[in-house]
């Protein structure tokens, strides 16, 4: 975890990162879904079509979201993303589904750093442009087991522009630019049945991240000096 003064006076920032979340469900989208010609929102809303109709657990296909590296809880730029448990019976809506699942799971792996700190959490907020997707929200909601809430606002920006209004005096501080500004649009709270399938899940997508070490770092050395001879 990475700690360092917040932007409020006499409060400090826990933090730490995963490094894929919407650039890996925009790269899905960009190589599999999007033909020429079609609209970049219209083949996100068919995505989220396909991954609501395909049960959790995505009929054993799993996704490692490790496009660029990853971060927390690995600290590993050598790591290689992948889609694991293929089978014939697995289709696009799967692929979807699976990578939903995914990065909700790189997700828990950052909880379980702040849990090993003894810093657990009841909820949590979801912005950014994943965030639009209440199947992914819930997705996060189980895979998490905790509940999870989506700002009437999902910019990033947003906070940035609420310190601004108190720099110039719009608000007396920053508690009151939240009580005025911020509201909750929707909440979800873990489903019991779909959170058990995701504790049984989660073990496997730990084991097999661990499992495939070596081989991302061999893949990598291979790749990088694959470039270098071209």
């Known amino acids: 975890l990475i700690n360092y003064p917040f932007a409020v006076p006499g ?87 699976a990578l939903y699942e995914g990065i909700a799971f790189s997700l828990r792996d950052i909880l379980e750093q702040f849990r090993a700190q003894k810093l ?45 209004g108190v720099g110039v005096g719009v608000f007396a501080d920053e508690a009151s630019a939240v009580t005025t500004c911020v509201a909750t649009a929707a909440v979800h709270e873990p489903d019991p049945g779909r959170r058990d399938l995701y504790d049984a899940l989660y073990p496997i997508y730990r084991d097999s991240a661990l499992a495939l070490v070596d081989i991302n770092h061999r893949l990598a050395r291979f790749g990088q000096s694959a470039h270098k001879g071209n």
């Open 120 to 164: 657990d959490l009841a909820e949590a907020r979801i912005i950014g442009g994943g965030a639009r997707s209440a199947t992914w929200r819930q997705i996060v909601a189980d895979v998490l087991g905790i509940r999870i809430l989506m700002p009437a606002v999902t910019d990033a920006s947003f906070g940035a522009a609420l310190l601004a």
């Open 11 to 97: 409060l400090w920032y826990t933090i730490t990162g995963t490094n894929s979340c919407a650039s890996a469900h925009r790269w899905l989208r960009d190589r599999f879904f999007m033909s020429e010609g079609e609209n970049g929102a219209h083949a996100f809303a068919k995505m989220d079509e396909m991954a609501a109709a395909s049960a959790a657990g995505a009929d054993g296909l799993l996704f490692h979201p490790y496009l660029q590296g990853e971060r927390a809880p690995h600290w590993d730029a050598l790591l290689r993303a992948d889609f694991i448990g293929m089978t014939f019976r697995h289709d696009r809506g799967h692929f979807v589904r």
